[in-house]
Structure formats: C-alpha cells, structure tokens
C-alpha cells in the first residue's frame, strides 16, 4: 500500500497536541493541517483559541502569507497601517513580511482558523519579531 492511502486525510483538533507559540500571551494553538497531520506541503492550518486582552505581539513572517477566520470572539487585527475589530465569519490577511499584531478585545477567548502558505511550523527562521517582542 502506498504513503497516500495510508495516511488520514482526517483530523480532530482533540487528537492534536497543544501548543503555546512564541511571541504570543494567553494562546493555545493545535496545527489540524500540517505535514505532519495529513502531509500537506503548501500550506497549514490551525486552530488557536486565545483569552480576552491577549494575543500575537508585532511580528512578520517573510516569504508566508497568513489569513485567519474568527469563529468566536472578537479581536483586533493591525497590519500595513490598518486596524480593524473582526468577529466571528470574519477574516484578515496579513501579506508575506507585513508586520502584524492581533489583540483579543472580547471578554470571551477568541477561536480562530490561522492559514499559512507555505506553512510555519513554529519555525523561527521563519519570522521576524519586533525589537520589543518576546522571544
């Protein structure tokens, strides 16, 4: 049998690890596509589920596009001089070496699908923070 049908093409955020990421407060992320997951190669997406005042503090990630879809709770999304507060069946892009940030402003967590092509991976040669943010 090959590799392709072997594999689950099928995942629950339940079955995946946990994780905090770098440069980000109050943040529990689970990569549901990835190549690990389903062997995806050009992109990756997951599931973040983040408490109220906390968020991602300014970073860019070169060469990567990045897009993410509220499904609970409301933040605010900046990047390229812009600001705006989304909510659920929303969504923001943050184009490939923006430098972005994304803040909770509901009391309730935010669930949020982050997309990312290629994909990240946690990968830090992949992101560039700024002077001021965590490591």
């Known amino acids: 049998m090959s ?22 407060t109050g943040t529990l992320n689970r990569r549901l ?3 690990e997951t ?4 050009t992109m990756e997406v997951l599931l973040g589920t983040i408490e109220g005042g906390q968020g991602a503090l300014p970073h860019a ?12 709770g409301r933040a605010r999304a900046e990047v390229g001089g812009q600001s ?8 923001c892009f943050f184009p490939a070496g923006a430098e972005h940030v994304f ?18 991976g946690e990968d830090p ?8 943010g965590h490591a």
């Open 84 to 91: 705006r507060e989304i909510g659920p069946g929303e969504m």
């Open 38 to 41: 389903v062997g995806a190669t």
């Open 125 to 132: 040669a992949k992101v560039v923070r700024h002077a001021g």
């Open 3 to 24: 590799e392709i049908q072997q594999r689950s093409y099928f995942v629950r955020p339940e079955d995946v690890p946990g994780y905090s990421p770098a440069n980000h």
């Open 103 to 120: 803040t909770v402003v509901s009391e309730e967590p935010v669930k949020v699908l982050v997309i990312y092509s290629p994909p990240y």
């Open 33 to 35: 596509i990835c190549p």
């Open 61 to 72: 990630h070169p060469g990567m596009e990045q897009a993410c879809y509220i499904l609970a």
